[in-house]
T-cell receptor, first 114, second 112 residues
Framework: EDQVTQSPEALRLQEGESSSLNCSYT??????LFWYRQDPGKGPEFLFT???AGEEKEKERLKATLTKKESFLHITAPKPEDSATYLC???????????????FGTGTRLTIIP | DAGVIQSPRHEVTEMGQEVTLRCKPI?????LFWYRQTMMRGLELLIY????????DSGMPEDRFSAKMPNASFSTLKIQPSEPRDSAVYFC??????????FGSGTQLSVL
């Protein structure tokens, strides 16, 4: 069974204080690893997809990296508007069906203090 | 593009009543997913469709839940009868070629 574990559960940072969020995963064969941002009362918003170890993707103050066992979401000089819950999800190669579904972690709730 | 559209945004009902949630996926997307989100369990996949055909419904909790996709632009998730433990946020998402999922704003369901 595919498993995704995110840490920490919650993180409070001062504005401008850089940090990283962790996503550890166990899958039979990784098809893709996804990062989403979720604001209160809204649906998850797609950020990145990573497909192979060593791959990196960047968007504004966010950079996602991938190894064979985990992914990191690095946030550089965050601003209050970066406050949200960040979700990690994996898509695995399976048997004849079920390859398309995403298995989500429970997220990291990030708060940036002005 | 309008994105994935879900209705209603909020639903409050009494135990035993039938509840129907609706979803319009992004035009041209060939996959549609129904997820449920709770504080305790996070996002859980209920069922997903490919080209209107159900592919995996192993996440559907029990026979009280059913989902249909009569055409490429519409899907419903029905709960009958509803129970208090069904209270959650229900999300619909769609994707093209089974890549990144794009989510709707969700339906907040409260069963009293």
């Amino acid at each position: 069974e595919d498993q995704v574990t995110q840490s920490p559960e919650a993180l409070r940072l001062q504005e401008g204080e850089s940090s990283s969020l962790n996503c550890s995963y166990t899958v039979s064969g990784l098809r893709g690893l996804f990062w989403y941002r979720q604001d209160p009362g809204k649906g998850p918003e797609f950020l990145f997809t990573l497909y192979s170890a060593g791959e990196e993707k960047e968007k504004e103050r966010l950079k996602a990296t991938l190894t064979k066992k985990e992914s990191f979401l690095h946030i550089t000089a965050p601003k209050p508007e970066d406050s949200a819950t960040y979700l990690c999800a994996v898509q695995a190669w399976g048997s004849n069906f079920g390859n398309e579904k995403l298995t989500f972690g429970t997220g990291t709730r990030l708060t940036i203090i002005p | 593009d309008a994105g994935v559209i879900q209705s209603p945004r909020h639903e409050v009902t009494e135990m035993g009543q039938e509840v129907t949630l609706r979803c319009k996926p992004i035009s041209g997307h060939d996959y549609l997913f129904w997820y449920r989100q709770t504080m305790m369990r996070g996002l859980e996949l209920l069922i997903y469709f490919n080209n209107n055909v159900p592919i995996d419904d192993s996440g559907m909790p029990e026979d009280r839940f059913s989902a249909k996709m009569p055409n490429a632009s519409f899907s419903t998730l029905k709960i009958q009868p509803s129970e208090p433990r069904d209270s959650a946020v229900y999300f619909c998402a769609s994707s093209l070629n089974s890549r990144a999922l794009f989510f709707g704003s969700g339906t907040q369901l409260s069963v009293l």
